[in-house]
């Protein structure tokens, strides 16, 4: 059975920072991807950035957060992270972890799921 267990989500002002962590466990980490995506209320929820898992490090970020989020990971622990930085309020939404599947050499279809990490920005 797979598990995704998002963590570090929280509150912060613009401008701020936060790291984002995801433990995957009872999934092949190597050979795959992982990647996060984001809802904000009454929206639908918006692919984030994802990384190929295992070695490989290929990464892929929606251009809403190019430049100031990172997807990394760590293959040892099986664990992905997004670090976010000079985050603004529109970056608010419930951050959701996700797994599954490579294609077309840097996208990844998700199949998996976490149960979400809500992180709020304030002006």
């Known amino acids: 059975q797979v598990q995704l267990v998002e963590s570090g989500g929280g509150s912060v002002q613009a401008g701020g920072s936060l790291r984002l962590s995801c433990a995957a466990s009872?999934?092949?980490?190597?050979?795959?991807?992982m990647g996060w995506s984001r809802q904000a209320p009454g929206k639908e929820r918006d692919w984030v950035a994802n990384?190929?898992?295992?070695?490989?490090?290929?990464?892929s970020y929606a251009d809403s957060v190019k430049g100031r989020f990172t997807i990394s990971q760590d293959n040892a622990k099986n664990t992905v992270y997004l670090q976010m930085n000079s985050l603004k309020p529109e970056d608010t939404a419930m951050y959701y972890c996700?797994?599954?599947?490579?294609?077309?050499?840097?996208?990844?279809?998700?199949?998996?799921w976490g149960q979400g990490t809500q992180v709020t920005v304030s002006s």
């Open positions: 996700a797994a599954g599947s490579r294609y077309g050499g840097t996208s990844c279809s998700f199949i998996y």
């Open positions: 009872g999934y092949t980490y190597s050979g795959n991807c």
């Open positions: 990384i190929y898992t295992g070695g490989d490090d290929t990464t």
